[in-house]
């Protein structure tokens, strides 16, 4: 099994910066695409970022130019560096990643969730 154990959500003002982690552990041969996607209360879970194993990322627009997407693939962990936060971006974050456990096995996982709320 695959566990990733996010941390780093909390409260902030607006304009100010978290910086997210995501560690998968378990039985992994490989991990592929990572990525962080949120849900806001009464709203659908939306993409955030991805990034690949290979550094390629892609965000949405609601965090270009002010949130970065990186990994240590040493540690098979991703982080979501959030700057200039918004009342907009409360919500949960969620880690996602592809993760090969053999050659031939690919699986979706998903992280619990962590809360970063945005708030005067």
């Known amino acids: 099994q695959v566990q990733l154990v996010e941390s780093g959500g909390g409260l902030v003002q607006p304009g100010g910066s978290l910086r997210l982690s995501c560690a998968a552990s378990g039985i992994i041969f490989r991990v592929n695409n990572m990525g962080w996607y949120r849900q806001a209360p009464g709203k659908q879970r939306e993409l955030v970022a991805t990034i690949t194993a290979g550094g390629i990322t892609n965000y949405a627009d609601s965090g270009k130019g002010r949130f970065t997407i990186s990994r240590d693939n040493a540690k098979n962990t991703v982080y979501l560096q959030m700057n200039t936060l918004k009342f907009e971006d409360t919500a949960v974050y969620y880690c996602?990643?592809?993760?090969?456990?053999?050659?031939?096995?690919?699986?979706?996982?998903w992280g619990q969730g962590t809360q970063v709320t945005v708030s005067s």
């Open positions: 996602n990643a592809a993760v090969q456990t053999t050659v031939w096995k690919l699986s979706e996982y």
